[in-house]
Nanobody, 114 residues
Framework: QVQLVESGGGLVQAGGSLRLSCAAS????????MGWYRQAPGKPREMVAT???????DSADAVKGRFTISRDNAKNTVYLQMNSLKPEDTAVYYC????????WGQGTQVTVSS
């Protein structure tokens, strides 16, 4: 069973930065694609960024140039560096491990004030 634990969320002013971390249990971390998703109130969950086992990344147009996903396989951890935050980035951010199944973390709240 995979367990994902996010941390690093909080309240920040527009233009500020936050770094989210997601620690994963299990030995399969390095072999799987990891992702960050977010869900704002009243909106569907959306992909923010993904990173493959080989380190290839993809990100949503809304965050390109501002957010960076990375991983440390030795620590079973994936990160999301978020810069130049905007109020519209306010959401619950979820870590996910993408296999035949999708495993989700519990989410961490990010609130950006204007």
């Amino acid at each position: 069973q995979v367990q994902l634990v996010e941390s690093g969320g909080g309240l920040v002013q527009a233009g500020g930065s936050l770094r989210l971390s997601c620690a994963a249990s299990g030995s399969a971390f390095s072999r799987n694609t990891m992702g960050w998703y977010r869900q704002a109130p009243g909106k569907p969950r959306e992909m923010v960024a993904t990173i493959t086992s080989g380190g290839s990344t993809d990100s949503a147009d809304a965050v390109k140039g501002r957010f960076t996903i990375s991983r440390d396989n030795a620590k079973n951890t994936v990160y999301l560096q978020m810069n130049s935050l905007k109020p519209e980035d306010t959401a619950v951010y979820y870590c996910a491990q993408l296999t035949v199944f999708i495993y989700w973390g519990q989410g961490t709240q990010v609130t950006v004030s204007s």
